[in-house]
């Protein structure tokens, strides 16, 4: 082969063409370490066979980059989910690479449905892991119980809605304000009921007769409606008085209630008056504010009403 000799110019550009070099001449050892960059490799121009095969130990599993160092052959990890169905939200598991499909927790993309029993008495929780303790939780039966409740912005939004909608039976320890959040918006009291007043000084207690006493208690206001028979036959000369359900309350300076009253024979006008920190009423007779006594209603039906303030 004749040798051309290169000048003092040194080799000119594209005078070395592949059909210089004999095939097979390159190896390797003949190409410095990232002397050939992707540029100067054409598309297509490396063919799968020219890439690494593996062998048996290294069938189905993947050629790995390691930041530089050699790449190696990787085995793919696989994750089984057990119990999946349509729809059912996927949880973890005790088990490496195991996932379960919650067979009573489902999503549509519309609506999310939790399946419970009736015996469950957490069927649906949120837990404050800074006090360990469970501020809203609802139960198998749909019963839901809360810390605070209350909206996110003021007076703007209905508990229950018109008819139909409405709730049943509101279960208070405290109480309910109503227009305001001071104490005097404060209705913290219902009650109503019926008792049994006690004639007081009757000198015998069969000689008169409560027909009936109801009252009902709103916050500190007492109503009370009475009716009560005095036998024809008593002779006792004692004021009328009558036990009332509530101490009434006192007010600065002093005060007293009336209650009216009238009789089944209407041949006497009488009324009950109430004073502070009392807790019974006295009849009275209308024109000279004197008492009532027992043996001027004989054979009477007295019938009272009125409101006063409790203490």
């Known amino acids: 082969m004749t040798l051309t000799q290169i000048g003092t110019g040194g080799v000119k550009n594209d005078e070395i063409t592949k059909t210089k070099i004999p095939a097979n001449q390159i190896v390797a050892s003949e190409v410095a370490d990232n002397a050939v960059d992707t540029a100067a490799i054409a598309d297509q121009a490396v063919a799968l066979s020219k890439l690494p095969h593996g062998d048996g130990s290294s069938d189905g599993k993947f050629l790995r980059a390691n930041n530089g160092a050699d790449p190696s052959f990787e085995t793919i990890t696989g994750t089984t989910i057990n119990n ?50 469970t501020r809203f939780h609802i139960n198998g039966e749909g019963d839901y119980f809360t810390g605070n409740s209350y909206p996110r912005s003021d007076a703007n939004m209905d508990l229950g809605f018109r008819s139909g909608y409405r709730w049943r039976d509101l279960i208070l320890s405290g109480g309910v304000q109503l227009g305001g959040t001071g104490t005097a918006n404060l209705l ?119 409101t006063y303030q409790a203490a």
């Not at 999946?84 to 999503?107: F, H, K, P, Q, W």
């Not at 519309?110 to 008495?121: C, D, F, I, P, Y």
């Open 84 to 133: 999946n169905a349509d729809n059912r939200v996927i949880t973890g598991s005790d088990t490496a690479n195991t996932l379960i499909g919650e067979s009573g927790l489902t999503y549509t993309g519309q609506a999310l449905n939790v399946n419970s029993v009736t015996s469950e008495g957490n069927a649906f929780r949120i837990y404050n892991t800074t006090d360990n303790s």
């Open 188 to 306: 913290n009291d219902y009650e109503e009921g019926t008792w049994t007043p006690t004639f007081i000084n009757l000198d015998d207690s069969s000689k008169g007769t409560i027909n009936y006493a109801s009252y009902r208690k709103i916050g500190g206001l007492v109503h009370v409606d009475i009716k009560v028979f005095i036998s024809s036959s008593v002779s006792d000369t004692s004021g009328l008085g009558l036990t009332m359900p509530f101490t009434k309350a006192s007010v600065s300076g002093g005060s007293e209630t009336v209650f009216p009253a009238m009789t089944s024979k209407g041949n006497i006008s009488v009324f009950l008056r109430m004073f502070d920190a009392q807790s019974s009423a006295y009849g009275r007779e209308v024109i000279d504010d004197t008492a009532v006594t027992y043996n001027e209603l004989a054979g009477d039906e007295v019938f009272i009403t009125g």
